[in-house]
T-cell receptor, first 108, second 113 residues
């Protein structure tokens, strides 16, 4: 099985950079995904890392290190609308397992 | 139109009642999933289906059942609802396996009194 650990809450100010970490333990692992969920809304896909390294999509970047069983989501130039929950998800061969989520609070 | 729809969006019911939550998708994917979300517990998998004839239990299937009526439709039932089933329920679909993007419906907020 898989388990993923991420901080429950992170706070930052508008315009700053924030990193949300995710460590995982798994008996089978194919990659790490990140999802964003605004309060009351549906989770939406942000990024996926199958290989070690950095993937960049606009203001968001995601990193994976398989040797360290670790990944992170980096959000740059934070905006108030980035206040949301962020979930890492470990992909097995058939189904993903989600972390418990990190609530990001962006202050003006 | 949304790719994944769920009905109802909100439901309040009483202990012991049978409840059905419905999900439809227009993405043409074979794989569909039902998740439950509770504060601080993330998304937990209830059931998943890889095609109409393939249904599997997830992490927390006790007290729930599902029906895959067609490629596009996947229903979740609570045979006898209890208060600790009060939660936000999401349906999702994906094209492929565990690493593929999950497309979520808008969710159903269920309250069991």
């Amino acid at each position: 099985g898989q388990s993923l650990e991420q901080p429950s809450e992170v706070t930052a100010v508008e315009g700053a950079i924030v990193q949300i970490n995710c460590t995982y333990q798994t008996s089978g692992f194919y990659g790490l995904s990140w999802y964003q969920q605004h309060d009351g809304g549906a989770p939406t896909f942000l990024s996926y890392n199958a290989l070690d390294g950095l993937e960049e999509t606009g203001r968001f970047s995601s990193f994976l290190s398989r040797s360290d069983s670790y990944g992170y989501l980096l959000l740059q130039e934070l905006q108030m609308k980035d206040s949301a929950s962020y979930f890492c998800a470990g992909g097995g061969p058939d189904i993903p397992t989600f972390g418990r989520g990190t609530s990001l609070i962006v202050h003006p | 139109d949304a790719d994944v729809t769920q009905t109802p969006r909100n439901r309040i019911t009483k202990t012991g009642k049978r409840i059905m939550l419905e999900c439809s998708q227009t993405k043409g994917h074979d794989r569909m999933y039902w998740y439950r979300q509770d504060p601080g517990l993330g998304l937990r998998l209830i059931y998943y289906s890889f095609d109409v004839k393939d249904i599997n239990k997830g992490e927390i299937s006790d007290g729930y059942s599902v029906s895959r009526q067609a490629q596009a439709k996947f229903s979740l039932s609570l045979e006898s609802a209890i208060p600790n089933q009060t939660a936000l329920y999401f349906c999702a679909t994906s094209e492929g396996g565990g690493t593929d993007t999950q497309y979520f419906g808008p969710g159903t907020r269920l309250t069991v009194l």
